[in-house]
C-alpha cells in the first residue's frame, strides 16, 4: 500500500500547457515537500508546504497543501520544455518514525517543444 | 560545494562481488538517510541515522545490507554478495533535525548495476 498516492504517472503536454499533478494520502503529515528529479541525477527539492491551506509559488509553479493536510498539489502554467522531469512528492506522517521521508511514485512529465 | 556528496556516480559489479558507497551529508545536518530508486519510481526508504546512531531499518534491507554512520558525519552502505536484482540508483540526502519539518536535500546518488 503506498502512503502517497501520486496523479497521474505519466503527463505528456505540449510547450504553454498548464498541468496539474496531485499527491494525496489517507495519512495526515506534518509537512510536504515536492522535488523535481532529471534522469542520472537525485531529487532537488522545490518547496516544502506545513500549514494546512497553504498556497506557495515558485515562478510559474505553484504548490498547494490541503487543509487536512492529507493531500498537496502541484500547478504549472504554461509549460516549457525545461520543466520535463520526474515529479515527486515526500512527506513524514505523523504517527510514523519521526523524519522518514516517504515518497510517492512519481509524475513523469514531457513537455514537447 | 556544500551540498550532499556521494561517491562514486556510477558502479558496476559482478554478481556476489560486495561494493560500498560513501555518503557525505552537509556539514551542519545531522540527520542522514539512505534510499533506493529503480527507474521511474519514487525512492524507497532504507535507513536513517541521527548523529551516529542508526534509529530505523527497512524491511527492504536485507542481512546483505549494513549501514554505518561512525563518526555522525559521513555515512558508507555496503552491499555483500551482490544480486542481480540490487541494480538501482542509492540515494543519499540530509537533513536538520526538526519536529516539525522532514526536509531532506539529496546528493547526486549512486548508479549501481550487477552484472
Known amino acids: 500500500t503506498q502512503l502517497l498516492e501520486q496523479s497521474p504517472q505519466f503527463l505528456s503536454i505540449q510547450e504553454g500547457e498548464n498541468l496539474t499533478v496531485y499527491c494525496n494520502s489517507s495519512?495526515?503529515?506534518?509537512?510536504l515537500q515536492w522535488y523535481r528529479q532529471e534522469p542520472g541525477e537525485g531529487p532537488v527539492l522545490l518547496v516544502t508546504?506545513?500549514?494546512?491551506?497553504e498556497v506557495k509559488k515558485l515562478k510559474r509553479l505553484t504548490f498547494q497543501f490541503g487543509d487536512a493536510r492529507k493531500d498537496s498539489s502541484l500547478h504549472i502554467t504554461a509549460a516549457q520544455p525545461g520543466d520535463t522531469g520526474l515529479y515527486l512528492c515526500?512527506?513524514?506522517?505523523?504517527?510514523?518514525?519521526?523524519?522518514?521521508?516517504?515518497f510517492g511514485q512519481g509524475t513523469i512529465l514531457t513537455v514537447h517543444p | 560545494d556544500t551540498g550532499v556528496s556521494q561517491d562514486p556516480r556510477h558502479k558496476i559489479t559482478k554478481r556476489g562481488q560486495n561494493v560500498t558507497f560513501r555518503c557525505d551529508p552537509i556539514?551542519?545536518?545531522?540527520?542522514l538517510y539512505w534510499y533506493r530508486q529503480t527507474l521511474g519510481q519514487g525512492p524507497e526508504f532504507l535507513t536513517y541515522?541521527?548523529?551516529?546512531?542508526?534509529?530505523?531499518k527497512s524491511r527492504l534491507l536485507s542481512d546483505r545490507f549494513s549501514a554505518e554512520r561512525p563518526k555522525g558525519s559521513f555515512s558508507t552502505l555496503e552491499i555483500q554478495r551482490t544480486e542481480q536484482g540490487d541494480s538501482a540508483m542509492y540515494l543519499c540526502?540530509?537533513?536538520?533535525?526538526?519536529?516539525?519539518?522532514?526536509?531532506?536535500?539529496f546528493g547526486q546518488g549512486t548508479r549501481l548495476t550487477v552484472v
Open positions: 540526502a540530509s537533513s536538520l533535525k526538526d519536529r516539525d519539518i522532514a526536509e531532506a536535500f
Open positions: 495519512s495526515v503529515f506534518s509537512s
Open positions: 508546504v506545513v500549514t494546512g491551506g
Open positions: 515526500a512527506g513524514a506522517a505523523r504517527g510514523t518514525s519521526y523524519g522518514k521521508l516517504t
Open positions: 556539514s551542519e545536518h545531522n540527520r
Open positions: 541515522f541521527q548523529n551516529e546512531a542508526q534509529l530505523e
